[in-house]
């Protein structure tokens, strides 16, 4: 069985190391995609900037445009030098205004605001387009505007995230800045949609901690904030963040933010591109996103695993044949050899590894069993079950203990044997040992040749058995020694006479068969041992009627 | 740094004792603490956030005034022979998009109103403490209160419009000095000894150094503006 079990020790390795291959081998590729989305998502961040800064000179230019518009230049001239009244002016511009850009919604504007050289608002359209004369000069972009400056600027009011231009207006001879326009375009919805668009990621809008517009996961982004705010330091280094893991709902995502420029950064402006990440490559995972046609002919190697299996199968099967199977169906055949008394001994050497120690347990069994301390004769005591059958004379033929009533006396020199109350045990179930009939195997070793036998060996009835425990064995010996009918007549009637007082059936049994029985194996004995006779006897076992025959030589 | 010495009038020794017990607090000595203070290129720019461009018109010359140096104050401490300036209530106007004045030096015990008198709600606080001032709507026409006790450098400033801060510096003694147009910063009667000099601009403390004001050296100190290195070197020039 040795390479049957470096076999499985083998194929569970190599299952071991297969389940290892297939769990750790999406590793790799998984990080690869990772990081090739975090790439994809790097290079979409890069292209949003220049987005927005193209996008900050297009607002830039507009509100530069409308700035060079003669009217409003005239009319935040007349303002700023205090000419006119300031409603009238105010209706002027907000007209211009509206002449200009008819349909400020669509055209992505939120507020467009003209103030004079003071910062005093002198007209709006767009948010609170109603109010008029409030100054805003603090704002750095509406300040450097009236320095001269166009520039542009990202607000986070209310809410709204607006990205703001601003440019000077200049006087009508070009020498002063009379005023400034401002511009608002909302950066919310549409924005985060034209930049999808374009992007071909998601795209999510923060400020101050609270999305504010998104392409996807309305409700499954409040995580990123925090996230965001733990990459503060990448974020003032290089303007954006790695790309974060997280998850939304059942997706999960990778995500890169990026801070707006201008005051709004220092609002927790930021815009968010993300897109899905890379299953994971645990067990489930990959399960759960394999479908039917990763398992197709084409795409899954059916015929090497198919093969590689049925080969492990046969090999495993071959293994288990040779050193298992064989070995068994070997042993049985020496068994039954060994029943039929074809064999004295299981030729152990013959067998390797536990059956081996198998046979050769079998064989110290036998010779436990078979060969008393005393040497006893190879013939003594065998059981007449394998002589006489179950069909002679009914049943319970047995095998003599050694030391019992029918084994050879020990020579001197050997251990007296054992008190009459230590018979040894009968042998295991099932076991049938070797009939008498069996050919002389070559002597083992450890088998001593048997000592001749004598009929004054036979031990009388008192002698052996004494005063017997429950389960002594009672044995009733003939020792007659007259003709052979009346040696069987004998033992014959001293078994049934057993059989009776043990409460057995005669049914079946007649003295003729039981003679003939006898005979025959008389017969046998006589001559495969060259004896001049055998002796029978009856005794009681385990109480039940038993024949023991004495091959006598002289 | 200058030190000036006043020497004693070679009076008679009883007028000279007479003096020294009419000014029981002057110093023995003290002199002047001057120098300049180098802010970085983007400390020029008026503007404390930029957006993406910022572009000349070409046709009017740009007007450049304040920046960094309008939000910039040096101030000495130092264990001995000090008095802190005396509580008092300030009120810093809100209006028009900005804050008027957006500098304060301070006593401890000193009270700053904020007034909101422009058109719409601010929310005002100090970001780097929050539990000391924590957001609050100011709407127009409200006032809010904040008292000041602890000395050190405060920036206060607005959610909704983030350009707008107020930077209130509790000082617990009279030694400090504002700069000019040209970064230069000078503070009269400085005791002999050990100080710390402090730099702080654009709300926070940007220079930190161990300085001897006996020692007749003018500083030079070099702050990269707002949020990089800061560097200093000695100007032996006067």
């Not at chain 1, 303002?79 to 205004?97: C, L, S």
């Not at chain 1, 049985?332 to 050769?360: N, P, S, T, V």
């Not at chain 2, 110093?27 to 993406?52: F, I, W």
């Amino acid at each position: 069985m040795f390479l049957s079990k470096i076999w499985f020790i083998l194929i569970a390795l190599a299952a071991g190391l297969a389940v290892t291959v297939a769990l750790v081998a999406p590793r790799p590729a998984v990080q690869k995609l990772s990081a090739l989305e975090g790439q994809r998502l790097d290079r979409a961040q890069y292209a949003a900037e220049q987005m927005l800064k193209v996008d900050a000179h297009k607002w830039i230019d507009r509100v530069s445009k409308l700035g060079r518009d003669a009217i409003i230049s005239e009319s935040l001239d007349s303002a700023t030098r205090g000419a006119g009244e300031i409603n009238v002016i105010h209706k002027t511009v907000q007209d211009r205004f509206n002449a200009l850009i008819p349909d400020l919604a669509n055209s992505g504007i939120a507020a467009l605001v003209a103030v004079d050289n003071k910062g005093r608002v002198i007209a709006r359209v767009g948010d609170n387009d109603k109010e008029y004369g409030d100054y805003v000069t603090g704002a750095e972009m509406v300040a450097d505007a009236l320095r001269g400056y166009l520039s542009d600027d990202v607000w986070g009011m209310n809410g709204r995230l607006m990205r703001m231009a601003a440019a000077p207006v200049l006087s009508k001879g070009r020498d002063r800045i009379v005023g400034a326009l401002y511009i608002g375009a909302e950066t919310g919805d549409n924005f985060v949609e034209r930049l999808k668009k374009n992007l071909d990621v998601d795209v999510a809008l923060f400020l101050r901690g609270k999305a504010i517009a998104t392409t996807a996961y309305p409700s499954a982004l409040t995580p990123l904030p925090d996230l965001i705010a733990q990459h503060a330091q990448e974020i003032e280094r290089v303007k954006r963040t790695p790309a974060i893991p997280f998850t939304a709902g059942n997706d999960e995502l990778l995500a890169v933010a990026a801070p707006f420029a201008g005051q709004a950064g220092q609002q927790q402006a930021f815009y968010v591109l993300f897109g899905k990440r890379p299953a994971n490559a645990d067990l489930a995972a990959l399960l759960k996103n394999t479908s039917s046609d990763d398992l197709k002919w084409g795409h899954f190697p059916w015929i090497p695993l198919a093969g590689g299996v049925f080969l492990a199968v046969v090999i495993g099967l071959l293994l288990i044949r040779n050193e298992g199977e064989n070995p068994l169906r070997r042993m049985r055949a020496d068994l039954k050899q060994l029943a039929r008394g074809e064999i004295f001994k299981i030729q152990d050497l013959q067998y390797g590894g536990r059956f081996g120690g198998l046979a050769r347990d079998i064989n110290a069994a036998i010779e436990h069993y078979t060969h008393a301390p005393s040497a006893p004769s190879a013939m003594a005591g065998k059981d007449l079950n394998a002589i006489l059958g179950d069909s002679a004379g009914g049943k319970a033929f047995d095998l003599p203990s050694p030391g019992s009533a029918f084994a050879s006396p020990p020579p001197p020199s050997f251990p007296p044997p054992p008190p009459p109350s230590g018979f040894p045990p009968p042998p295991p179930a099932g076991f049938m040992p070797p009939p008498l009939a069996f050919s002389p195997p070559p002597p083992p070793p450890m088998f001593a040749p048997p000592p001749p036998f004598s009929a004054s060996s036979i031990p009388t009835l008192d002698a052996d058995v004494g005063p017997a425990g429950p389960e002594a064995t009672r044995v009733v010996a003939s020792t007659d020694d007259g003709d052979e009918d009346t040696h069987f007549k004998n033992i014959f009637d001293d078994f049934v006479a057993t059989k009776r007082e043990c409460g057995e059936s005669l049914a079946g049994l007649t003295l003729d068969k039981f003679k003939d029985k006898l005979r025959g194996n008389k017969d046998a004995l006589m001559s495969k041992h060259q004896c001049r006779t055998v002796r029978f006897a009856v005794y009681v076992k385990d109480g039940r009627a038993a024949l023991k025959a004495t091959p006598i030589r002289d | 740094m200058t030190t000036t010495v006043r020497p004693l009038p070679l009076l008679s020794s009883v007028a000279a004792a007479a003096l020294f017990l009419i000014l029981p607090s002057a110093p023995a000595h003290a002199g002047t603490v001057k120098g300049v203070v180098h802010l970085g290129d983007e400390a020029a720019s008026t503007r404390l956030y930029q957006g993406y461009w910022r572009l000349e018109n070409g046709n009017v010359p740009v007007q450049s005034s304040g920046g960094a140096k309008a939000e910039t104050v040096v101030v000495l401490e130092i264990s001995k022979d000090t008095h802190a300036p005396a509580a008092r209530t300030v009120t810093v106007e809100i209006g028009g998009l900005d804050a008027r004045p957006r500098l304060l030096m301070l006593g401890p015990g000193s009270v700053l109103e904020l007034k909101n008198t422009g058109k719409v709600t601010h929310e005002f606080s100090t970001p780097d403490n929050p539990t000391f001032m924590p957001v609050e709507r100011l709407m127009p026409g409200g006032l809010r209160r904040q008292k000041f006790t602890a000395p050190g450098g405060y920036l206060i400033r607005c959610a909704e419009y983030p350009h707008i801060a107020i930077s209130a510096i509790v000082v617990n003694s009279q030694y400090f000095g504002t700069l000019d147009e040209k970064g230069n910063f000078t503070i009269p009667d400085v005791p002999d000894g050990k100080a710390t000099l402090k730099v702080w601009t654009r709300g926070r403390w940007a220079h930190e150094e161990e300085i001897d004001t006996s020692k007749k050296e003018a500083l030079s100190i070099k702050v990269s503006a707002p949020k990089g290195k800061e560097t200093k070197d000695k100007d032996s020039a006067e």
